[in-house]
């Protein structure tokens, strides 16, 4: 192995925290909560049923031989089951290389399968945050930025909201147990909210890319 992937001295951070900065939280995103909620593989198996169940109302009235039907609804069934299971294994591995850090200063979010990347988002650019909850008491943190904060969307993809223009929004996605990280992240607002002029004396970059070795971690 590389040595440049021994370059983690705290899971999910590419460095030692600063002098007076905590660690709060952290976490990764469920596979299970990615796969449901931003992958949609439930939509899609209903999708894969959908068409199984066309093709044999379709075609077992017709003259064509039933181990012919049976054959082609079995290759179909294990295509569908082969896509099905990719979704599942690409949501597995984006869990796998991803960790969000909520320190005293900022969030942090590590991700990236071959380029790995830590993106940071210091409070001072944070203008708006909230937080969607499933049923399985997963969820998504949402954080809004400052309208002179950019962040590429391929570059956090897809730790981000879909499907709102061109204003991006950092996504923390399939947090498990989503109302205690909020709470936490809540809470570090309003301490930064009252100390604004000591934060801004300590500018941060908003997005640094640096090598490191990806590892599991529990939500």
């Known amino acids: 192995m590389s040595e440049e992937y021994e370059v983690e001295p705290l899971p999910g951070l590419p460095e030692p925290l600063p002098s007076g900065e905590r660690l709060l ?47 082609t609804f079995g290759q179909l069934a294990l295509a569908s089951a082969a896509a ?5 294994f690409y949501a597995f591995i984006i869990s796998w290389t991803t960790m969000y850090s909520v320190t005293s200063r900022r969030v942090v979010i590590r991700a990236g399968i071959a380029l790995p990347t830590v993106v940071n988002l210091p409070y001072r650019s944070v203008v708006s945050a909230g937080f969607k909850a499933h049923a399985d008491r997963t969820g998504n943190i949402i954080l809004g930025l400052a309208p002179k904060e950019t962040v590429h969307f391929l570059v956090i993809w897809p730790n981000v909201r879909t499907w709102r223009g061109n204003r991006i929004e950092p996504m923390l996605r399939g947090v ?17 909210a ?8 300590q500018p941060e970059p908003l997005v640094t890319i640096a090598p490191h070795r990806s590892e599991p971690a529990a939500a």
């Open 194 to 201: 009252s100390m604004v002029p000591q934060i801004l004396r």
């Open 176 to 192: 498990g147990n989503v109302h205690e990280a909020a709470q936490i992240l809540a809470r570090a607002l309003a301490v930064h």
């Open 84 to 88: 099905l299971g990719l979704i599942a």
């Open 25 to 71: 939280w952290q976490g990764a995103p469920r596979w299970t909560a990615l796969a449901k909620h931003s992958f949609y593989i439930r939509e899609v198996a209903v999708y894969f049923g959908a068409l199984l169940a066309w093709y044999l109302i379709s075609t077992l009235p017709s003259s064509q031989p039933m181990m012919t039907t049976l054959l």
